[in-house]
């Protein structure tokens, strides 16, 4: 058993030396040392030995599996960093290569658009004001004078989450809650911006979200003519210095008197075109002077104090700046839409 023991310990350091692969070793480790090895199966026959002999074979056999195992191991780490290294050289990255140059984004076109409108009216001493997109029936109707059961709500349909709570429909309650934050004390000369909500059936011109500018200017002794002179830079800045405006008469809840502002078409210069639908003018926004009723909401006497309000949705403004015709485009985050107004 002595020399039988001998023999598998050389036969298996042997094999050892020459496996070429992790696979291959474990094999080798369970041929020799496993449940049914070579081995094992020496050691069963221990029990046919006698008492003398049985601690010496037993030591010798100690020996021969300590020095399998520790072949195996060195065995195991020499081709553990063998597949570590053909790895790396198979993987390595040429660092010298020129790197893949990264395509530089730019803001939204309907962020520039806002951010354009945002500062012409600073230049003209308007500041701009936020307000919550979840708001309150009460600001975004009654406190505009469209009480409950008006009928000009329907045409503001939109997201209720409560009785009470809704989706804004218009940036209007920025205005009312700042108003109302001034207690009726002070001039209110501002605008603001954001996302408003409606239900509304998606199609080339109209969309469920929309984002609006609302201008508001309420002090002593402010007349029509004011807002008309506001409106005319609005539209030369945003449009050209040789574009028209008309006012047309129209009624809104928070105005009176109301009025729509037109601009000339850019197009055909006033002459008529299918863009202008042969009129020479294309509505741009709705404006007035605002209701006594609601200055008088928000804590102003309208005896003392007049304002102007208006309203334009970014959205139309840049369609008919560049030339768009659906305002979905807007929406779809389309990169070859986008791209094309980086440098706008």
């Known amino acids: 058993m002595r020399d039988e023991l001998k023999a598998i310990e050389q036969d298996a350091l042997a094999n050892v030396e020459t496996v070429k692969d992790i696979k291959e070793l474990q094999a080798i480790k369970v041929s020799y040392l496993g449940k049914k090895g070579s081995l094992t ?29 520790k072949a195996i191991d060195e065995k195991s780490v020499v081709l553990e960093n063998a597949a570590l290294e053909e790895k790396l050289k198979s993987e390595a990255i040429d660092v010298t290569l020129p ?18 409108i945002e500062d012409l009216f600073i230049g003209m001493g308007y500041e701009v004001r936020e307000g919550p997109e979840v708001e309150t029936d009460y600001f975004n109707f009654e406190a505009l004078n469209l009480p409950k059961d008006h009928p000009a709500r329907d045409m503001q349909d939109s997201f209720y989450i409560t009785n009470e709570l809704l989706l804004r429909t218009h940036t209007s309650p920025v205005q009312a809650r700042t108003m109302r934050n001034y207690k009726g004390e002070k001039a209110v000369k501002m605008i603001c911006p954001g996302k408003v909500y409606r239900r509304d059936t998606d199609d080339a011109t109209h969309s469920h979200q929309f984002t609006q500018i609302e201008g508001l200017y309420v002090d002593k ?13 609005f539209a030369k800045k945003m449009f050209g210095e040789d574009r028209s405006i008309r006012l047309r008469p129209s009624f809104f809840p928070f105005t009176e008197p109301s009025v729509e502002m037109d601009i000339s078409c850019k197009v055909c210069d006033g002459e008529g075109c299918s863009v202008c639908k042969g009129t020479g003018w294309i509505e741009i926004l709705g404006a007035g002077m605002v209701h006594p009723n609601v200055l008088e909401l928000a804590g102003y006497d309208p005896k003392v104090y007049s304002g102007f309000a208006f309203g334009m949705g970014p959205e139309r403004i840049a369609m008919l700046k560049y030339g768009i015709n659906d305002i979905r485009q807007f929406y779809l985050n389309d990169s070859r839409f986008l791209k094309q107004f980086h440098q706008a």
Do not use: F, W, Y
């Open 41 to 69: 199966g020496v050691l069963r026959g221990m029990g046919k030995l006698s008492p003398e002999e049985r601690p010496v074979i037993g030591e010798i056999a100690n020996q021969v599996r300590e020095a399998i195992t």
């Open 99 to 116: 790197g893949r140059p990264v395509k530089a984004g730019g803001p939204h076109l309907l962020t520039k658009v806002i951010e354009e």
């Open 221 to 233: 002794d402010v007349k029509m003519s004011d807002l008309k002179g506001v409106l005319d830079v």
